[in-house]
């Protein structure tokens, strides 16, 4: 066989390597991307020109004239209904982010449901997003399960957390917990599954503001 004809074929089994090489990498990286995402990290953020510090407890809280607003949050829920954050300036809102995928968010799903069933009717309305779910159904068999009453944005590749700026209090691990202001303003944030206990100590001091 000639050099001319054996080059094509050398060319084509390294664009195959090439291919596999690339192939590896991306799943290696989703991978990691998911491992990352389901987990507990209450060491992020503070510092710099952020105006929050977290605590030791995992929780990161914002004085009232450094808040951020949380942006727009609207769209279709995992029931099917139509839902806006907006609609719930006036009172404080608990923002969880969660997968049905996800055991820590398991874990907390039952403390979130008894606690926003103690304070509902305080003034405060828990909402949830519902992300990495490639359909409802399994979002749905979670709050059936857990017996959620509170409804969840369905978010499947998680555009509405891109929607908050960087450097503010923003939901970047699955779970994050977020208390938001009656002025519709980030307060408070967490990036870790939280206790019965914890997460009432998170929304007192946002509760308590006049």
Partial sequence: MSAARRAPLRSNRTTARARRRA???VGAVAG??????????GTSGGGGDTNYVTGANGIAAVDKGDRADVPD???K????GQLDIADYKGKVVVLNVWGSWCPPCRAEAKN?????????????QFVGINT??????????????YGISY?????????LMLRFEKGTLNPQAIPSTL????????????????????????IKPVLAEK
């Fill in 151 to 159: 409804p969840s944005l369905y978010d499947p590749t998680g555009k």
């Fill in 179 to 202: 208390v938001i202001d009656r002025e519709g303003r980030i307060a408070a944030r967490t990036l870790q599954a939280l206790s019965e206990e914890k997460l009432r100590k998170m």
């Fill in 77 to 80: 829920t995992v029931d099917g």
């Fill in 112 to 124: 979130f449901e008894k606690v926003y069933g103690d304070v509902k009717d305080e003034g405060v």
């Fill in 132 to 145: 990495r779910d490639t359909s409802t159904g399994p979002a749905k068999a979670f709050e059936k399960e």
């Fill in 23 to 25: 192939a590896l990498t």
């Fill in 73 to 75: 949050l609207s769209g």
């Fill in 32 to 41: 990691a991307l998911l491992v990352s995402a389901c987990g507990s990290s």
